[in-house]
């Protein structure tokens, strides 16, 4: 059984960073994609950054050049590190994993931007 644990939400100031991670483990022989999404109230779950096998990374117009995604595969953990946090980043936040070919989901991680 592969288990997905996040860490690393919690409250912080507009403009200040957090950093999301996202470890794997489990019966594990293969991990493709990973990536991070988040669902803020009373709104749809929406793709914020992924990142492919190769290393390839992709983002939400909304969190250009504040959040980068990145990788340790050897770890099998996945990161994100949000910068020039705004109040709309506040969400929960997912990880899913593309694991022995199967998308697996972590529990979520709360982030709030507030003063």
């Known amino acids: 059984q592969v288990q997905l644990v996040e860490s690393g939400g919690g409250l912080v100031q507009p403009g200040g960073s957090l950093r999301l991670s996202c470890a794997a483990s489990?019966?594990?022989?293969?991990?493709?994609?990973m990536g991070w999404y988040r669902q803020a109230p009373g709104k749809q779950r929406e793709l914020v950054a992924g990142i492919t096998g190769r290393g390839i990374t992709n983002y939400a117009d909304s969190v250009k050049d504040r959040f980068t995604i990145s990788r340790d595969s050897a770890k099998k953990t996945t990161y994100l590190q949000m910068n020039s946090l705004k109040p709309e980043d506040t969400a929960v936040y997912y990880c899913?994993?593309?694991?022995?070919?199967?998308?697996?989901w972590g529990q979520g991680t709360l982030v709030t931007v507030s003063s």
């Open positions: 899913k994993l593309v694991v022995n070919f199967l998308e697996v």
């Open positions: 489990g019966s594990i022989f293969s991990i493709g994609a």
